[in-house]
């Protein structure tokens, strides 16, 4: 959108000082700055949550260590197969690597009360402990960094939508100003592009997901023969897309992948039945979590 709006207002600004293209410059060039530091402040969000989120899923190569570590200590002190190491260990150490992030994160915080129960584990419940609080800080700033960003989605697509009806009205004006000599108007505009929306009032639906480790994300959706969506995968991971008719169901073989960074659009009766009534995304991936735009069309 960019490109098309800086086109169109270096056109207008060749033709002034045009008393109507100076009107439509004046109104237009405002929004368009303010569309431009939303889009770089989304921007900017976007890079920081996906920092953020490396810190976080980077810090599992600390978990691993320091988790084996301390199953050493427990072995050396206790063996193995002592009743203290069962208890200290009782969820296993699957759930250290298999687990969500979060799920792995709360986790390492019951070790570290456990191991608080056995005075010669006092240097290992030290270790887990500020582990703990590592894995937290390095999550809690995740959250953070994604809450700024889908509220910078939310601004950003606030103001798309009211520089979209902004340039729309500037067609009229000019279809007013030239309307009997139209084809100037193509100095303004890709009239293809104008023509190909028809004149019938798109209605969009914007959503923003964060998935988890292993985990789906899931939308209650109404599908009709028109509806499309349109998936920004925004995050570092594929994520796979389908539609079902209940919340539960299973990854199809058949199921729409979107590589990290990749934007794809997709008839919603091409991802499933058109009676299904739930959109779902899979993230698939065991190390990263997932982040998608969903955009729906009708």
Not at 21 to 31: A, S
């Amino acid at each position: 959108m960019i490109d098309i709006v800086a086109y169109f207002l270096s056109a207008i600004s060749e033709g002034l000082p045009d008393v109507t293209l100076q009107k439509i410059f004046d109104r237009t060039d405002p929004l368009f700055a303010l569309y431009q530091t939303k889009f770089n402040s989304w921007k900017i969000a976007k890079e920081n949550y996906q920092g953020a989120t490396l810190l976080f899923t980077q810090g599992f190569t600390d978990v691993q260590l320091k988790i084996e570590n301390i199953q050493s200590k427990v072995i050396g002190e206790y063996t193995s197969k002592s009743d203290e190491y069962n208890s200290i260990f009782r969820e296993g150490m699957d759930v250290f690597y298999s687990d969500t992030y979060y799920q792995r994160v709360q986790h390492i915080g019951f070790l570290r009360d456990r191991l608080a129960m056995y005075v010669p584990m006092a240097s290992a419940k030290t270790v887990a402990a500020d582990l703990y609080t590592k894995m937290m800080d390095l999550r809690d700033e995740q959250q953070k960094k994604s809450k700024t960003l889908r509220n910078a989605s939310d601004d950003l697509e606030e103001c798309r939508i009211d520089l979209a009806d902004m340039m729309y009205g500037n067609v009229g004006l000019l279809m007013d100003k030239y309307s009997k000599t139209r084809e100037k108007i193509r100095s303004f505009y890709d009239l293809d592009l104008l023509y190909g929306h028809g004149s019938k009032t798109v209605a969009t639906k914007k959503t923003h997901l964060d998935i988890p480790v292993g985990e789906y994300g899931r939308l209650a959706i109404l599908i009709t023969d028109k509806k499309t969506f349109e998936f920004n995968n925004s995050g570092n991971v594929m994520l796979k897309c389908y539609t079902a008719s209940t919340s539960d169901a299973p990854v199809p073989t058949d199921a729409l992948t979107v590589d990290a960074d990749e934007v794809l659009k997709a008839k919603a009766n091409t991802l499933g039945a058109i009676t299904n009534t739930w959109l779902i995304i899979y993230n698939e991936d065991l190390n990263f979590s997932g982040s998608i735009d969903i955009t729906e069309t009708n």
